[in-house]
């Protein structure tokens, strides 16, 4: 455990902190524009992963890593673990702003996009996902090209995002999704916690693959 925690401060330090934060206000801030696709909010923590993965290679932290004493699935779950404590803190950060979004602009949200609500939290869980498996897999494999990964997983993000978004706005029977009520948001408590559950999931069966990938990778 000492390992993995020591392993995840050596990946917060890839970037400046003054980086993160500019990117969670980023994530932040859009959620005050009225008419917006919510989904997009935390779109840009991705970007700041990509960026440290990028920083990963060009300072070769795996081969700074290699000669440490530590094994490899150590390495992969901290990064793995990291990578979670970036989107979670980017969800989190959002919060405060999606509740006044969500009091300043409820009239908006009865015919834009998904409101800032439960749905929003499936969405961007889901599609966080995708990206989780694509990326991490592709980071741990043979010659550590995660680039193509990343590009693909960013359209993922954005395709699964607007295809819940569609579907939803496209059944009658699903308009509770787009709620801002009580009663609506009981509703969708269900899917909320589907997908922080498939969130949850995704990101040990990641680690788990990566893992498996790193192992057979020459350093």
Sequence with gaps: M????????MDLELMPTWVALIFLAISGMLMLIPVYPRFISPFYILIFIIQTFSFEAEYGQKQFAAILPITKAEYVRAKTLAVVMYETAAILFTVPFALISASLFRDFHSFSFIPPNFTCLLQVLLSMSVFNILVMNADFKGQFKVTPACVVGLILYAVISGTIEGVVQSIPALS????LSAHDLLLQLPFAAFAIIFFALTAYISYRSAARNYEKAEI
């Design 2 to 9: 000492k390992n993995t925690i020591n392993l995840i401060k």
């Design 176 to 179: 509770f999704m787009m709620g």
